[in-house]
């Protein structure tokens, strides 16, 4: 069984930080520094988004526009986890977060990517 389970949303005012989890298990991710990793994020009545995503090994990072200097991707691949610290945080960030896995390269596009957590809801007040 496959399991990508991501934590630690909620609601903070607009400036304020949150860090972002997610938690592998499951056979598939026995190897798993050979997964690259992502986070995506979707609004009420619009597309997914990329985030960032970071390579199996973490050496290798990238980020959607929109979060750059702000976001930081990071894994701890001895926890099989994957983190998202968010700092300045503006109300346009709010979302729905994923985090998802592929194997081969790094995507940026949602259809590319194996595995899905359930989200995790990130609300940021004005």
């Known amino acids: 069984q496959v399991q990508l389970v991501e934590s630690g949303g909620g609601l903070v005012q607009a400036g304020d930080s949150l860090r972002l989890s997610c938690a592998a298990s499951g056979r598939t991710f026995s190897t798993y520094n050979m997964w690259n990793m992502g986070w995506f994020r979707q609004a009420p009545g619009k597309e997914r988004e990329f985030v960032a995503h970071i390579s199996g090994g973490g050496g290798i990072t990238y980020y959607g526009s929109s979060v750059s200097g702000r976001f930081t991707i990071s894994r701890d691949n001895a926890k099989n986890t994957v983190y998202l610290q968010m700092n300045s945080l503006k109300p346009e960030d709010t979302a729905v977060y994923y985090c998802?896995?592929?194997?081969?390269?790094?995507?940026?596009?949602?259809?590319?990517?194996?595995?899905w957590g359930q989200g995790t809801q990130v609300t940021v007040s004005s």
């Open positions: 998802a896995s592929a194997r081969g390269g790094l995507y940026v596009s949602p259809g590319e990517y194996d595995y």
